[in-house]
């Protein structure tokens, strides 16, 4: 009857990998011996098992050596595929310690660092409902000026609305800063600083301090006018696809501007126009409304395959429709893919 033979240790591979990746310096090797007896040779634990170790992690594809139960990448064998150095082992980008043994990474922030950090800033987006910070805490907020509402005097203000990827928010400048917003600076990027989150009837909304700061930034390779930018390649949505879409999403709408429409309405003891442009396609239609763009601007439009690039989202009584930015925020193009199939419905 064969003699049974069993493992000093349960599991050498994972246990010497702890010690390894815990800091303990060791040379420690083992024999591994195949199932026929035949003596394979003796691995460093430290230069071989380890590597391997985070090069399966770093591969998802790999396989087994049955004469040592090791792992190694698929498209080589296993010394060619292990650094053998400490010089190969940081030329992969693996974590190394002087001696040439590999511990794991560390944090590269110091007590300075994190010190200094205290002093700066937090960051939020415009989904203020994202941010978990308590009233009156302060933050800095880059986004784009989508909105410019008329000014009030005694004491001066002006309302304005942001948006970056993450939605919209508003927040009303004073005295100085009022002058620095017109209908041109739609598109533009605005740098918020020191501004407090408050809230009103339970919905949290920007509030300016005294130290608050705004500034209107030149910054094209901003991530966030990118994404203005971007806006403008996004796939146009159908009519009908709208009423899916959630309120203060910046999208373009395409379809054919079938007819315009002209109402005047007092708002804040003022009359105003506002114009309206139907369009309309197979999927249904959709309203695109505007309170800064005279009506012969539509006009030109009527009977027309049309897109509308940029245009913000809202809903009325239940019922969905677009706004017109104002400024270059939104752009009105009759060029594009699919112009005819339109033409051939409008006509059908």
């Known amino acids: 009857m064969p003699v049974k033979r069993s493992l000093q240790n349960p599991n050498p591979v994972k246990h010497q990998a702890t010690d390894l990746l815990s800091g303990v310096d060791f040379q420690a090797s083992r024999d591994v011996s195949s199932d026929d007896d035949d003596h394979v040779g003796t691995v460093p634990v430290q230069a071989a098992i380890i590597p391997s170790l985070y090069l399966s992690a770093a591969s998802p594809s790999t396989t087994e ?109 004073w005295n100085d800063n ?38 209107i930034v030149d910054d094209p390779t901003h991530n966030v006018f990118e994404w203005w930018q971007q806006l403008l390649g996004q796939r146009a949505r159908e009519c009908g696809c709208v009423q899916d879409v959630a309120d203060n999403s910046i999208i373009s709408v395409v379809g054919v501007c079938g007819h315009v429409t002209v109402e005047n309405k007092m708002v804040q003891g003022i009359q105003k126009t506002l114009t309206t442009a139907h369009l309309v396609d197979a999927s249904g239609r959709v309203d695109i409304k505007s309170w800064n763009h005279e009506p012969h601007f539509f006009q030109q439009y009527v009977d027309r395959p049309v897109i509308f690039k940029r245009v913000r989202v809202t809903s009325f009584a239940g019922t969905k429709m677009c706004e017109m930015l104002d400024g270059s925020g939104s752009i009105i193009e009759t060029e594009f893919p699919g112009k005819i199939s339109l033409a051939k419905f409008w006509n059908a």
């Open 65 to 173: 050596i049955p004469s040592c139960g090791m792992p190694r990448a698929h498209g080589g064998d296993s010394e060619a595929s292990m650094p053998q150095s400490s010089a190969e082992i940081q030329s992969r980008g693996l974590p190394h310690a002087h001696n040439g043994g590999i511990v794991a990474p560390m944090s590269p922030a110091t007590n300075r660092d994190r010190f200094l950090q205290g002093f700066l800033p937090a960051r939020t987006c415009c989904n203020l409902d994202l941010c978990r910070a308590p009233a009156g805490s302060k933050f800095s907020l880059t986004a784009v000026c989508i909105a410019v509402f008329p000014a009030s005097t005694n004491p001066a203000r002006r309302y304005i609305q942001l948006a970056d990827i993450t939605g919209t928010v508003g927040i009303t400048v």
């Open 178 to 215: 009022v002058n620095k917003f017109s209908t041109e600076s739609v598109g533009t990027l605005v740098a918020l600083g020191k501004v407090a989150i408050s809230s009103h009837h339970g919905k949290k909304q920007l509030t300016m301090t005294r130290d608050s700061v705004v500034e």
